[in-house]
């Protein structure tokens, strides 16, 4: 049998997928997933804490590391370790560090061609191209050496662009980038994306930039794949609570369905009752979800204040315990008897006037309410 | 002075082939030890670097009883040949060039191999970028190999025997030379080790800045 895959193109089938992988490191288990695949214009951001096997799924996607059980298909065609250089032939990796050769700039680039036996007038053309597009064809004839770390690694996803892969594997590509430059790197290698889409893995801890250049997203905690959506998805409506501590949802308040009116379910908590569009039926126990930036405070007991919103059905009344500045806003922990994370802009902070200890109350709408059911 | 020619163009001969062989030998044992992990790994490297600390004379001794006329490659002949010579310094160069060749090339960012594959490079390609980022170390492996047999008398005066118009070499000579008292005649011999010992270090030396400048 020879290895075809373009032979049994499907345009519906992913073009890299991995069934039932399994990495041992040690003899400890450190990845174990069932099913993962990349769509042909999708790009999939592997997100997860640190250490929780995001790296290792994608160098095992392209045979750097085991996998020691489990399969990767290239178009649906079984890559046997045999087979590991057809498949590499086909990707484009980038990892963290830009793992620059000692040569110059427009070397380092044509590599990944000269090992495809690609060379001479072809190759050069290719490389002036893809520097260009990553806004470094000034740096061409410079030693990799001299290059600051954005600049090395732009080089870096010229080098892995120039082969036109059917598969780019992305290792947390902007880590290595100063902040200053790494939002202009994100933008650049999203317009890339778009212009020129391939199916792409993005390995990223940063939910931002996930968000930013991923069609789906991936969670990965503890080396098991948690939840595969679109990123605004897994980012409002979390599968379970690691993923939801993961991606930001700060208040997380366990309680039990007591009544449901026309889809709207009352869930009773520690402090109170909150109102949420539910699936589930009464008497289950549930984990209540709000995201910080769904949570409005307005002090208690200023009845001259309006309401801020009448679609704001939820409201729970406690004790602001901290407030932590988090960029243009700050983030108020309010103890309702159990906590509640709001964050507030830092100027209706300072005109509200919040201190440690004001008595708040906690409005939400109950379409803010994400519900996951516990099973005890 | 056409004996000091012979003699030195003899001594460069010599200590070139046999540093060859042990280039040939020791960079793809070194690049095996430095790439691979199995288990008996940290046996075979104090192995090697016992060998690179091996006694000239240990590895002459060795050579002289497996080219003895009675010894077990007796039949060949070589004993007291220049080939005798090179046998023996390729045993003491190949522990240098292999230990310091590993080193340089395990002292490598193991994630470079990583995206070498990952760029598509087979084994053979990964392995020469691998040689080429490590070429400095692998340039003073070499010349640290040249250098160990260059200077090495023990073994050359065993097995080569120190034999006028043979297997006289530059240490030999000078060893026969001092016994002698023919003061001038080691001394001349001396200036010439010592300009080959500076002019590799220069080439060492030189290999080292440039690369730094580029």
Redesign the interface.
Known sequence: MTFDPDAAEDATRPVLEARDLVVRRGGREVLSIAKFGVSRHGTVAVVGPNGAGKSTLLLALALLVGPQEGSVLLKGQLVTPRLALHLRRRIGLVLAAPMLLDTTVRRNVAAGLRFRGIGGRQADVRVDEWLDRLGVLALRDRSARELSSGEAQRVSLARAFVLEPEVLLLDEPFASVDAAARSQLIDDTGRLLRETPRATVLVTHDLDEAGRLGTRMSVIINGRLRQDAPPEVVLSEPCDEDVAAFVGVQTRLPGRITSIDDGLAVVEVGGGRIEAISAFGIGQQVMCCLRPEDVTLRLSGQSSQPMPTTSARNRLSGVITKIVGKGPFVQVSVDCGAKVVADVTKASANEMGLREGDLVEATFKATAVHLIGLTL | MDELIQITLLSLGVSGIATAISLLIGLPLGTVLALSVFRSRGIVLSVVNTGMALPPVVAGLAIALLLWRSGPLGDLNLIYTPSAIILAEVVIATPVILGLSAAGIGQL?P??Q?????????RM?TVF?LW??ARLSLLAALMAGFGSVISEVGAAMMVGGNISGQTRVLTTAMVLDVGRGNFGAAIQLAGILLALAFLVNGILTWAQQSGKR?
Do not use: N, P
């Open positions: 960012d994630r470079l990583v995206q070498l594959q990952g760029l598509g490079a087979s390609q970028w080429r980022e580029h």
